[in-house]
């Protein structure tokens, strides 16, 4: 628990430092009297708090695993290989694990569609021995009785980048960030930049958690302001190519939409492209995640925010977690990371700092 407390610790410094409050446009009516909008309000989690127990016969025990100590071998298991953001959990699992000398691979289709393949993978690692499985998927339901075998093998399981209190078997361990939060925050962020009155148009995720939690942030934060009128909601799968040729639809079948709002960064992404195609200029478009390309678009102007959900360092707190875990040192529950809501007025404080990104950026920004 205390490398869990450290590495939070030391990311929650660099937000602090880096997180400068964001104005907004003069035009903006505040949402209620006396609050002030800014991407930089979201309060992340007080260091040192225990794990969130998870719901009633969620929770597998780790004190139940046998580990006996030594080297483990641990497998990081992303839904994809296409989306660098997990590819940066995987950057600060494996960094991590160098310094810990434990052996961590990384398995996962290309594709975060390829929901079979993911699955024929997990059955594979059941037989390769590990001692922990980190895992992340777009179908929880299909991956449940191969968590649950892992669990009656011994195998520590432990679910990164959710914050799902019911997997739908138990498992040792939650780790990420609170997937409606900071959608949430950035709902609140869109309203005090249009007064309350915005036509919205939404892009999905693959159905499933963490598409539900992220778009319900967003919605929670809308509920009470009649004048964000959802004008239309499509789904995509989770990547660019998915997101630009949904956005050229709802842009062509309801021209009147003004903001969008995503589920991830990389539909962002490919948003903004349509965007451009369309001659769409100012439809302001809202992600999540913190990619280093999407940081880069904020940074010049393709679209506007995003929930930075710094994955390097969530990978770190859960390879963490997994050793604990098998030491016998884990209570169980859910262990939140940090997020901050980024635009360009503070984006280059993250992106001026490489070493926390992977990739890293495309060329260097200046720490003012």
Not at 37 to 55: F, R
Not at 316 to 327: E, G, K, P, S
Not at 337 to 359: G, K, Q, R, S, W
């Amino acid at each position: 628990m205390k490398r869990i407390l450290i590495t939070i610790l030391m990311l929650l410094a660099v937000l602090m430092a880096a997180c400068a409050p964001v104005a907004q446009p003069e035009e903006a009516a505040p949402v209620e009297e006396g609050e002030e909008m800014s991407a930089a309000d979201y309060e992340p989690p007080a260091p040192g708090l225990p794990p969130v127990p998870l719901d009633p016969g969620a929770q597998a025990s780790c004190a139940a695993l046998g580990f006996e100590g030594g080297s483990a071998k641990i497998a990081y298991m992303p839904p994809a290989t296409e989306f660098n953001y997990y590819q940066a959990i995987g950057a600060g699992i494996e960094d991590l694990a160098g310094e810990l000398g434990v052996e961590t691979f990384m398995l996962a289709p290309q594709s975060g569609s390829d929901i079979e393949g993911q699955m024929g993978m997990i059955q594979d690692v059941l037989t390769q021995d590990v001692d922990a499985i980190i895992l992340s998927t777009h179908d929880e339901g299909a991956a449940a009785p191969l968590v649950a075998q892992a669990v009656e093998d011994g195998i520590a399981v432990i679910i990164v980048n959710s914050d799902i209190p019911n997997f739908p078997t138990p498992v040792h361990g939650v780790v990420g960030y609170s997937q409606r939060k900071g959608t949430y925050k950035e709902g609140m962020y869109a309203i005090g930049m249009t007064g309350g009155e915005a036509k919205v148009g939404v892009l999905e995720g693959l159905p499933g958690y963490h598409s539900t939690e992220r778009i319900g942030g967003y919605l929670d934060a809308f509920a009470d302001f009649p004048g964000m009128e959802i004008v239309a909601s499509l789904p995509t799968e989770w990547n660019v190519e998915t997101g630009n040729t949904a956005m050229m639809d709802l842009l062509q079948a309801n021209p009147e939409i003004e903001i969008v709002v995503t589920a991830n960064d990389y539909i962002s992404i490919g948003a903004a492209k349509a965007a451009e195609a369309l001659g769409r200029d100012d439809v302001v478009i809202f992600g999540n995640d913190g990619d280093t390309t999407g940081l880069e678009d904020i940074a010049a102007g393709t679209w506007h925010a995003t929930v930075n959900t710094t994955p390097y360092t969530m990978g770190q707190v859960a390879l963490n977690v997994a050793m604990d875990c098998l030491n016998g040192e884990y209570p169980g529950g859910w262990t939140e990371t940090p997020t901050v809501i980024v635009d360009a007025t503070n984006v280059n404080e993250y992106l001026c700092h490489p070493e926390n990104l992977f990739p890293a950026p495309a060329k260097e920004y200046p720490c003012e």
